[in-house]
DNA sequence: CTTTATTTTTAGCGTCTACTAAAAATGGGG
DNA sequence: CCCCATTTTTAGTAGACGCTAAAAATAAAG
């Protein structure tokens, strides 16, 4: 019944694959490809090979494969040896999946009590089985949150998200007043030893002292100091505070 | 925790495969399987080849290979043409992915507001998804219900469920006054009316006249009467309201 | 600008789950 | 007790995803 989309140029048109795109449910698999690729090429453009596969922990030869599907589905634009770029397709699929990802991450530590390091994987579970229904009333029951616990932006349901770029913590001058925006969901010890600190999403951060040869910073978290590894300090993306007016 | 893994093998036992069955995820087919074989075969014992078939909406032949594969994993006792019935291991797998679909059909009615023809496909999918941690969650947010939406009981965390059986409506004699307990959550048309006209789980009920020739029966719903053909009554199961006492 | 290293792709396979068509068991009616 | 309808199983395939090993492009280095 299905007429092998053979034909798909690099244009899209998928010809007689009419499907839409936009709400059309994917397997997870699909959906995982599609939220790497759209963070690995990030505003840039495209993602390689190479990275896709180390994101998703999967061989090379195993994403080649999976990105001739997608792009036969229109879901990427592919040129053999050039990496990939999503359509405006696969952007939206990649948005609505990173969508329930982090209502769910919210959900999950604002009601249900889990603690910020250990949403990550179960809402990487959910987003793949909870339907757009489930997460917009998720999202109302918190009022519409516009960033997860770790400070990732909420794209909207109908797909836009808060993309500015942040600076790291490495590379505040030192004495530079900062407030603490986001960090990365995927390495509990990290976030554990953060919390520990107090260093979370909406904390104002100075850096106190920078030891030479990338050495440690020394910080002031509210009203505590710590001293943290340039390593953590890269990890850490945090917003200028503009002193007050 | 508790609750070894028993060593069931009667028979052929999956020797190398000496995985921890009592807490080992499935893949989603698999759990459905089990779930599926569990409520057919009921306490009596087997279910057939056809049977699971056809609530699972696949193939008897896919059923057979699937059986094989369960009962060489020691889920299940198989006897080619003589049917399955579930092994300890496979009964807990089964009662475990019970409980997640109906804590999470719960979770969805109560707070977050779905109406109860809506919950099932929700859950059916949540419910592969969802760690147990979260289910407890849930069911403790809950205050650990013993009954879902639909009035189905909940099996504990450690696997214990009442298992009474329940007559249906359709079985009262005229006259006899009944509690509605409970009725399947699969029939999202049914459920819609039951809730039209207050048939409910916890509801009273009086069967006030049954017509000749399988006919309709008429009933005192709460303090309202309304007339139902014998094949709806034949979904509600009730328990009979011993006379105060 | 050729040689080497790296990246990417192809080829060939394996697993899981499902399907269809055909063969084999089972069991009910006469 | 035999025959036929029904149930179940086997055989052969398919598609989605993943893997390894080897070939081919591309990029880097001398």
Redesign the pocket.
């Known amino acids: 019944m299905?007429a092998a989309a053979r034909k798909s140029a690099k244009h899209k048109a998928s010809d007689d694959t009419v499907l839409d795109l936009t709400s059309a449910r994917?397997?997870?698999?699909?959906e995982?490809?599609l939220k790497a690729i759209y963070d690995l090429a990030g505003k840039s453009g495209t993602a390689?090979?190479?990275?896709v596969?180390s994101r998703?922990?999967?061989?090379?030869?195993?994403?080649?494969?999976?990105?001739?599907?997608l792009a036969g589905q229109g879901l990427l634009d592919?040129?053999?040896?050039?990496?990939v770029r999503l359509t405006d397709g696969g952007r939206a699929i990649a948005l609505r999946t990173i969508r329930r990802h982090r209502v769910i991450e919210t959900y999950l530590t604002e009601v249900l009590g889990y603690a910020w390091d250990r949403v990550h994987d179960e809402a990487e579970r959910l987003e793949h089985a909870a339907s757009d229904e489930l997460v917009e009333r998720l999202a109302q029951a918190l009022g519409n949150p516009t960033s997860d616990p770790h400070g990732a932006p909420i794209p909207t349901a109908d797909g836009h998200v808060d993309e500015r770029s942040l600076r790291t913590l490495a590379d505040l001058d030192v004495g530079t007043r900062a407030r603490m925006v986001r960090v990365s969901d995927k390495n509990p010890g990290l976030l554990r030893y953060l919390a520990e600190i107090d260093l979370t999403p909406g904390v104002e951060v100075q850096v106190l002292a920078r030891a030479p040869f990338d050495g440690p910073l020394t910080l002031r978290v509210g009203e505590a100091e710590a001293v943290v590894g340039r390593g953590l300090a890269e990890q850490v993306l945090v917003e200028e505070v503009r002193d007050e007016r």
Not at 48 to 51: A, K, L, M, Q, R
Not at 78 to 83: A, L, P, T
């Open positions: 299905h994917m397997s997870a698999p699909v995982d490809y390689s090979t190479n990275d596969a998703l922990g999967v061989a090379p030869a195993s994403v080649t494969g999976m990105i001739r599907r592919y040129e053999r040896y050039r990496g």
